[in-house]
């Protein structure tokens, strides 16, 4: 079992930016592609972004390109995303996910592993 946990989320101002982390324990994070979804309040789970096991190949939701940038250190077992001039649109719990899928994907249900989640607030 590949076990997620996400780290960095918090409350802030418009205009900030933030750094979110996603450690994986359990099995070899390097041969997993990892993806960030979002569930704000009453809404659906939105996909981000994904990247492979390499993170050569990414790919970004049309919302999310500019502000939002997906990465990994397989080193450290830790994929990131970095979020920048936050918007109080982006107040949702973010998730992050793994799945051993090759191509990389948006769908949510190819995603097998998932972390409980990291809050990020934006307001004035």
């Known amino acids: 079992q590949l076990e997620l946990v996400e780290s960095g989320g918090g409350s802030v101002h418009p205009g900030a930016s933030l750094r979110l982390s996603c450690t994986g324990s359990g099995r070899p994070f390097e041969i997993y592609q990892v993806a960030w979804f979002r569930q704000a309040p009453g809404k659906d789970r939105e996909y981000i972004a994904s990247?492979?096991?390499?993170?050569?190949?990414?790919k970004y939701a049309d919302s999310a390109k500019g502000r939002f940038t997906i990465s990994r250190d397989n080193a450290k077992s830790t994929a990131y995303l970095q979020i920048n001039n936050l918007e109080p649109d982006d107040t949702a719990v973010y998730y992050c996910a793994a799945t051993g899928v090759a191509l990389v994907t948006r769908a949510l249900s190819d995603y097998r592993f998932w972390g409980q989640g990291t809050q990020v607030t934006v307001s004035a």
């Open positions: 990247l492979n096991w390499s993170g050569r190949d990414i």
